[in-house]
């Protein structure tokens, strides 16, 4: 008798064990969330971005005196792979948002590929830049956190500093914006990573074209002025990675003046605009992205010196 008793209680625990388990699963299973379904194209487009970023990390590696597609230099390969992966950038939002595609998965995806591109690669082209300049004569490498001088230690830290900034700019920007469409999308809080990473590759595009005209015109010049001007990216770099994180607001330019129904003047003046500064075009889009990038400082400085100057009329009357 006893033992039938023994055998039933064991019977009970193992049932309901068994239920606990089953209930465990079921849980589980509840929690986790189902995987919705992936669209095409903006993915193809948000991939197309991601691998143009890896693209231009890898160009960016060769040796400074590369001669690729157009004879142009590594560096400015890589700059206009990271122009490229803007591109793919801007599509692949409006491609979701005409098919009406828009979604989780689609915006952390665009994060993941815009972290490499507009982050990771920018970093690495100004490191690359410096490194050549920096270090025994015939001895070129990348400047890292284990170099024996403190100016490279320095360079190595700007670059992680950005690549840092970029992440949490992103993030932000990901938790701020409630939703695709346009109308959250008119002004940023902070500069974007992609007008940081355009200012960033626009200069060191610059930088190549003008080293290889040879404006400077002497050897000894030119190299002066190549060494001095890279040096100056790294500044550009860290104020760049200070205004992606800072609140400045920072208008969205494609929105605010090309998205859009406009009259005929206004695309023939951009049209025009855009076939008269082709012939200077690195000079146009260094300076496009640098005034890009000051403008949310100086639209902040004008605000602040027109309230002042209405407080102070307000006071005298």
């Keep these: 008798m006893a033992s039938k008793k023994t055998k039933s209680k064991e019977v009970s625990k193992a049932a309901a064990r068994d239920g606990r388990t089953a209930t465990a699963v079921r849980t589980r299973s509840r929690g986790r969330r189902r995987l919705p379904p992936i669209t095409v194209m903006p993915t193809l487009f948000t991939l197309g971005n991601l691998i143009a970023g890896f693209a231009a990390v890898y160009y960016a590696s060769k040796p400074i005196d590369y001669s690729g597609l157009l004879q142009w230099s590594s560096l400015t390969l890589a700059g206009a792979l990271i122009f490229l992966g803007m591109f793919f950038d801007a599509v692949d939002g409006s491609v979701a948002r005409l098919t009406r595609s828009s979604s989780e998965i689609g915006a952390q995806l665009d994060s993941l590929a815009d972290m490499v591109t507009f982050g990771v690669a920018p970093a690495f082209m100004m ?134 129904q406009r009259n005929f003047g206004y695309v023939a003046g951009i049209v025009i605009i855009i076939v008269v500064s082709a012939p200077w075009f690195q000079e146009v889009l260094a300076v496009a992205f640098t005034v890009f990038a000051l403008s949310g400082p100086m639209r902040l400085l004008i605000n602040h010196l027109r309230r002042r100057r209405m407080k102070k009329s307000a006071t005298e009357s």
């Design 127 to 260: 490191l690359r830049l410096v490194s050549n300049y920096v270090g025994s004569e015939g001895t070129v490498h990348i400047l890292g956190p284990m170099a024996d001088n403190t100016f490279a230690k320095v360079l190595w830290g700007v670059a992680a500093a950005y690549v840092a900034c970029t992440a949490l700019r992103l993030a932000r920007f990901n938790v701020e914006t409630p939703t695709a469409s346009v109308e959250d999308h008119m002004i940023f809080r902070g500069l974007p990573s992609p007008g940081a990473a355009g200012t960033v590759a626009s200069l060191i595009v610059l930088h190549q074209h003008y080293l290889a005209a040879g404006v400077a015109g002497a050897d000894e010049i030119s190299l002066a002025f190549a060494r001095w001007t890279a040096f100056g990216v790294p500044l550009i770099t860290l104020l760049c990675a200070c205004a992606m994180v800072s609140s400045i607001p920072y208008i969205h330019f494609v929105n605010r003046y090309v998205r859009g």
